[in-house]
């Protein structure tokens, strides 16, 4: 079979293809957002996008429970959002393959922080895999469902940006039958976690974990690359490639499998080198478990625990040599800005115009923090500016009105809780949704109110202003942002009068 140039997201998505995988779903969100699109091209099978990342690996819990091989795709803070039944998952097991992809954003190109998800895999007990390319991404998918399967458990298949989008080529293999759902088992003792059960599950998920560390010390993700004994290096991820630049001719043990962590290995490495370096990108996870077992190492200085490492950057912790500072660039900045005729963009000039202090959320209307709107005042997470302004409303009883801004997509996501919130304790803040019908910031993906599914297809339309209605909200004002006469008119009577000084 010819090989292929695929991203990292892509031979995830042939991986899963390969693996036989029956069920998929994900939220959209840099750098995952491909792994689905490009699966619904590979498979006919059910592949949604969820309203958020919890009913996504919840789906796929259900789908697993059926027996399918089920896939959960997500950004790293997404996976704050499913931590919930990703804790609980562990402990009851699977019946098909569970995997669930990771992709951190070192760097934040386009995300709100840049947390090292690994931190995940040790605090759920969650065994982990990280591919350093896509023949990588597509092998350790594979064998992700596997694994899930052998061990009775949730795997956690981890990326960064630069793997999720560079492109290497790629030897493929046969696509796998599709494994059907079957009628899900009745095994109440497993699946139904009260106390008394989850107690008998999490002891279980520890014996579970010991046979997995087998894996992990074995050498198959976790493999010792011989070279040069003067210069061991531990690395994993695209900071593997990073260091085989800098310093090709070391010895390396490539970590592909960091939980659980393969401790006999690290110390049969170490043993067998003179100067040890664990290089990694994001937060001292590698350094901190080698220094656990009595190991003395190198690492990065502490400037590196933000943004992207480089192979300068692993030339200067390897050999020392600080690359010279590149000079200023001769072109004046150019921060990103909201498309021509954006239909978010009268809002923030009416609502500037106002003089609202405007609490915002994950989107493109973020963005309406720079000049030349700079109205938005909060970004915290996904649907976060709704209880933030709530919150300030309710301790706040000055003059200046309070607005939360939210797109649709993020809306569903997450606003609609905050919304409620709202309803229940009469709140005095105004939301804006910004309905532009996408998902636009990450590549213009379908949602529940769109009309259209994943792949496009027709597909039942969520009412908005309907909703809100039903959750108790007695004043409902659906506006053209582009007529500025009545959005201004509508703008002021709701913000004004909602106020009590102005009531």
């Known amino acids: 079979m010819a090989?292929?140039?695929?991203?990292?997201?892509?031979?995830?998505?042939?991986?899963?293809?390969?693996?036989?995988?029956?069920?998929?779903?994900?939220?959209?969100?840099?750098?995952?957002?491909?792994?689905?699109?490009?699966?619904?091209a590979l498979t006919q099978v059910p592949i949604e996008w969820a309203p958020n990342e919890k009913t996504a690996l919840e789906a796929a819990v259900g789908a697993a429970l059926a027996g399918a091989r089920a896939l959960a795709t997500m950004k790293h803070v997404g996976l704050n959002v499913a931590a919930d039944p990703l804790f609980t998952a562990v402990y009851t097991g699977v019946e098909g393959g569970l995997v669930i992809v990771t992709a951190d954003d070192p760097g934040l190109h386009s995300s709100q922080n840049e947390q090292d998800n690994r931190h995940y895999a040790f605090a759920a007990k969650a065994p982990m895999l990280e591919p350093a390319d896509s023949q990588e991404g597509l092998e350790f998918t594979q064998r992700a469902f596997e694994l899930s399967e052998q061990f009775d458990i949730p795997v956690l298949l981890r990326t960064t940006t630069r793997i999720s989008h560079s492109k290497a080529l790629v030897q493929p293999g046969p696509i796998a039958p599709v494994q059907p759902g079957r009628e899900p088992p009745e095994n109440r003792a497993k699946y139904v976690m009260i106390p008394a059960n989850a107690r008998v599950r999490h002891r279980d998920l520890l014996d579970r974990l010991a046979s997995l560390t087998e894996i992990s010390d074995s050498g198959e993700f976790n493999r010792i690359e011989p070279g040069d004994a003067s210069l061991g290096i531990i690395a994993s991820g695209v900071a593997y490639q990073y260091a085989r630049e800098a310093a090709p001719q070391a010895s390396f043990l490539k970590i592909g499998m960091p939980f659980p962590f393969p401790a006999e290995l690290v110390r049969e490495f170490a043993g067998s080198v003179d100067r040890l370096v664990v290089f990694e990108e994001l937060d001292r996870v590698l350094e901190a478990q080698v220094r656990a077992l009595g190991l003395d190492c190198e690492a990065k200085p502490d400037e590196m625990l933000v943004g992207e490492l480089s192979p300068q950057a692993a030339a200067q912790v390897i050999h020392g040599v600080r690359p010279p500072e590149a000079p200023a660039p001769d072109v004046p900045p150019r921060p990103p800005i909201m498309c021509a005729g954006c239909p978010h963009r009268p809002v923030f000039y009416i609502l500037k115009k106002l003089k609202c202090y405007v609490t915002g959320d994950i989107g493109c209307y973020t963005l309406s923090t720079l000049p030349p709107l700079e109205t938005l005042q909060t970004c915290l997470c996904m649907g976060a500016g709704v209880g933030q302004a709530h919150g300030i409303s309710q301790v706040y009883d000055g003059d200046r009105p309070i607005v939360a801004v939210i797109g649709d997509s993020t809306f569903i996501h997450s606003g609609i809780t905050g919304l409620?919130?709202?309803?229940?304790?009469?709140?005095?803040?105004?939301?804006?949704?910004?309905?532009?019908?996408?998902?636009?910031?990450?590549?213009?993906?379908?949602?529940?109110?769109?009309?259209?599914?994943?792949?496009?297809?027709?597909?039942?339309?969520?009412?908005?202003?309907?909703?809100?209605?039903?959750?108790?909200?007695k004043r409902v004002r659906v506006v053209d942002s582009y007529d500025l006469t009545q959005l201004e008119e509508v703008l002021w009577r709701n913000v004004f009068s909602s106020m009590p000084k102005h009531a």
Do not use: K
């Open 3 to 40: 090989q292929l140039l695929l991203s990292g997201n892509e031979a995830i998505a042939r991986g899963a293809c390969q693996a036989g995988v029956g069920f998929a779903a994900g939220y959209p969100g840099t750098p995952s957002s491909e792994i689905l699109q490009t699966l619904s």
């Open 420 to 473: 409620v919130n709202m309803a229940y304790n009469q709140s005095t803040a105004t939301v804006v949704i910004l309905d532009n019908r996408t998902t636009a910031m990450t590549g213009g993906q379908n949602h529940p109110a769109t009309g259209r599914n994943l792949r496009g297809e027709p597909a039942p339309e969520l009412d908005l202003a309907a909703l809100c209605r039903a959750v108790g909200v």
